[in-house]
Nanobody, 122 residues
Framework: QVQLVESGGGLVQPGGSLTLSCAAS????????MAWYRQPPGKQRDLVAG???????VYVDSVKGRFTVSRANAENTVLLEMNALEPEDTAVYYC????????????????WGQGTQVTVSS
């Protein structure tokens, strides 16, 4: 069984910073893409940023220049450093990963964390 556990959410004032962390644990043979999604109240869940196993990254336009995604492969961890936060960034942030769970199973499975709340408000 595989678990993704997020941490680091909270309440922050506009212009402030937060860093989210997501750690994958359990039966892990390999991890391909790790990503962060967010779901504002009453809206759909959308991609914020992702990082491939080779380090390539992708960001939604609204966070470019403010957010940085990184990963520590040895620790199966992905971080999301968020700067210059705006009220529009308020959402539940979810960690996502494509994980291969065994050497003799070539399939990649999609896993999600439980989500962490980020609220940007004065």
């Amino acid at each position: 069984q595989v678990q993704l556990v997020e941490s680091g959410g909270g309440l922050v004032q506009p212009g402030g910073s937060l860093t989210l962390s997501c750690a994958a644990s359990g039966s892990i043979f390999g991890i391909k893409t790790m990503a962060w999604y967010r779901q504002p109240p009453g809206k759909q869940r959308d991609l914020v940023a992702g990082i491939m196993s080779d380090g390539r990254t992708v960001y939604v336009d609204s966070v470019k220049g403010r957010f940085t995604v990184s990963r520590a492969n040895a620790e199966n961890t992905v971080l999301l450093e968020m700067n210059a936060l705006e009220p529009e960034d308020t959402a539940v942030y979810y960690c996502n990963a494509d994980i291969r769970t065994a050497r003799d199973d070539a399939r990649w499975y999609d896993y999600w964390g439980q989500g962490t709340q980020v609220t940007v408000s004065s």
